[in-house]
């Protein structure tokens, strides 16, 4: 087979020379949405853990021909034709994910060599072909001088041959072998353990550790895979509905969302692990004292033309009042175009001005941007020309929602510390109760007063068989510390001074001890 040049546009590659893919998930991602886009119900890539030495990615979707590999390698990088006159994929009603053409020079950055397998089901038929890539991809991509700019680049070299059609093959397979060393050392650096088959395992795994980090760098990967690519959510999440305050009509909202991803019919399986979105909320489940931790949901849509362009979006955000979300990496919003994540969790919520403090960590949003906002893109496709129109729109609409839901918090926050002070004052009634049993060997009951002008402060009514308590009295100290002591000693003076002069003393520091004690 002869070897032929791989011609990329001078103009693609100024482009991508930012570096088009930071991480191998990132080079994946783009493989799983090619899949996708192809029409695949079910992609599975294996990374062959540990050593990390071959990476596979098998679809079950259309396919390419032989000629459509070969334009796309004479310098049809850097030109979709994907959404020309399409919008969605015609079966499943995808909306099409590619656009820029570049998306398969993402496993460039993880490998010198890979192979492409692809037996379409139209033209029944097939072909197989080899990729190498120049070592020096980058150095030639930085490379500015005047001849580079004249013609298409040649940024490695590609052969291909036709293959016999095997119908039970329809698809694509890409074979990365020849990892770059910078890949494999990172990664068999720090491997972990191998996957679980069950992905409530994998949940599980994730949701107990306070970072994603501390799994390595491939448990961060798969965890990366699973929350950008189009997969259903789990069952059973990501909301469980018992626990979480939200509108009803929200709810139907957002189960609407759920089940489109769900209609989608796309499984990607990485090694043996079957994806889905990794969130649940609420999660931890129970707070610091053992109770069941309860969620709010804030759910918004916007619909509307930005200088003529359409923006349509839906979202929400969980408020998890007065814990943290775990792990710390759910904490901010994922911006989803076209159901697939754009980087990972913005932990500023696009640069709120406003200092919440550890307020930032009760939240978790996402955003579904159905239309619009994709031009704001940049090339890397995991972030934003933030002067453009919709991007500066979207954070509006971020920023006003999160206002609110701020404001919320700080309610929560109001009603959690009045139920608290409450709870102490029962505390410190029933102190009190107790010891006037003990002391008088009979029930009394403690009552506060809200009369003015009264001589003393605290009166025993051994008639009635009642403590009052006169809380607007001048004498009771501001300070909720002080007043729980000044409140007792006269509660023991009072007791005391029911007894002889003799004991008066004894009765009075026993009662007090007894009273502070509890
Ligand atoms: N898994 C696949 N199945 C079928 N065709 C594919 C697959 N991967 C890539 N292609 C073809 O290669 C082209 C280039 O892919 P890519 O570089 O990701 O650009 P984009 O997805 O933006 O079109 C696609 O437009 C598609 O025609
Ligand atoms: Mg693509």
Redesign the pocket.
């Known amino acids: 087979m002869p070897w032929e040049d791989i011609l990329v546009s001078s103009k693609i590659l100024g482009h991508i020379s930012s570096g088009v893919y930071r991480s191998a998930g990132g080079a994946l991602k783009?493989?799983v949405?090619?899949?996708y886009?192809?029409n695949?119900t079910r992609v599975v890539i294996t990374t062959n853990h540990p050593s990390f030495d071959i990476i596979t990615c098998r679809?079950n979707?259309?396919?390419?021909t032989k000629d459509?590999?070969v334009i796309?390698m004479k310098g049809?990088?850097g030109e979709?034709?994907?959404r020309i006159g399409y919008d969605k994929t015609k079966d499943l009603d995808r909306p099409i994910?590619?656009?820029?053409?570049?998306?398969?020079?993402?496993i460039a950055q993880v490998c010198h060599v890979f192979s492409?397998t692809?037996h379409h089901r139209e033209s029944k038929t097939a072909f197989q072909a080899t990729i190498k890539l120049i070592d020096f991809l980058h150095e030639k991509i930085f490379d500015t001088s005047p001849e580079r700019e004249k013609e298409d680049l040649d940024v490695g070299k590609f052969s291909i041959e036709p293959i016999e059609f095997i119908e039970e093959q329809c698809?694509?397979y890409?074979v990365a072998s020849d990892m770059r060393s910078a890949f494999v050392s990172k990664f068999r650096g720090f491997p972990g353990n191998p996957l679980p088959s069950k992905f409530t395992v994998f949940l599980d795994k994730i949701h107990s550790s306070r970072s994603i980090n501390e799994l390595g760098d491939y448990w961060q990967m798969i965890w990366e895979l699973s929350i950008a690519c189009p997969v259903p959510y789990i069952d059973s999440g990501p909301f469980n509905w018992v626990n979480i305050a939200y509108k009803k009509e929200h709810r139907e909202s957002f189960n609407q969302i759920k089940k489109k991803l769900q209609d989608y019919t796309f499984e990607v399986i990485i090694d043996g692990l079957s994806l889905r979105k990794p969130i649940i909320y609420p999660f931890p489940q129970k707070t610091y004292d053992g109770k069941k931790l309860k969620g709010e949901l804030f759910f918004f849509s916007f619909n509307e033309k930005i200088y003529g362009r359409p923006l349509m979006l839906q979202g929400y955000i969980y408020l998890q009042n007065g814990r943290a979300v775990e792990p710390f990496e759910l904490r901010g919003l994922l911006i989803r175009i076209r159901n697939v994540a754009i980087g990972l969790y913005d932990s500023t919520f696009l640069k709120y001005p406003k200092i919440e403090g550890p307020r930032f960590n009760w939240l978790s949003g996402e955003i579904y941007v159905n239309e619009g906002l994709e031009s704001a893109l940049n090339i890397d496709r995991d972030s934003f020309n933030e002067m453009h129109a919709h991007y500066v729109k979207l954070q509006k609409i971020t920023h006003n929602i999160l206002a609110s839901v701020f404001s919320q918090a700080s309610q929560g926050v109001r009603k959690r510390s009045q139920s608290k002070r409450e709870k102490e004052k029962k505390q410190r009634i029933k102190v009190v109760e107790d010891i006037l049993k003990q002391e008088f060997g009979t029930e009394y009951g403690v009552y506060f007063s809200e009369e003015i002008n009264t001589e003393y402060p605290i009166e025993l009514d051994m008639e009635r068989k009642i403590l009052i308590i006169y809380s607007n009295n001048p004498i009771w100290p501001r300070s909720k510390t002080m007043l729980e002591q000044v409140q007792f000693s006269a509660t023991a003076f009072e007791i005391a001074m029911s007894h002889s002069e003799k004991e008066r003393k004894e009765v009075f520091y026993q009662t007090l001890k007894n009273l502070l004690s509890n």
Not at 61 to 64: A, V
Not at 97 to 104: E, F, S, T
């Open positions: 783009e493989l949405s090619n899949a886009d192809a695949a679809d979707g259309d396919g390419m459509e590999f796309l049809g990088i979709s034709r994907k994910i590619g656009w820029l053409g570049i998306g398969m020079l993402g492409v692809s698809g694509t890409i």
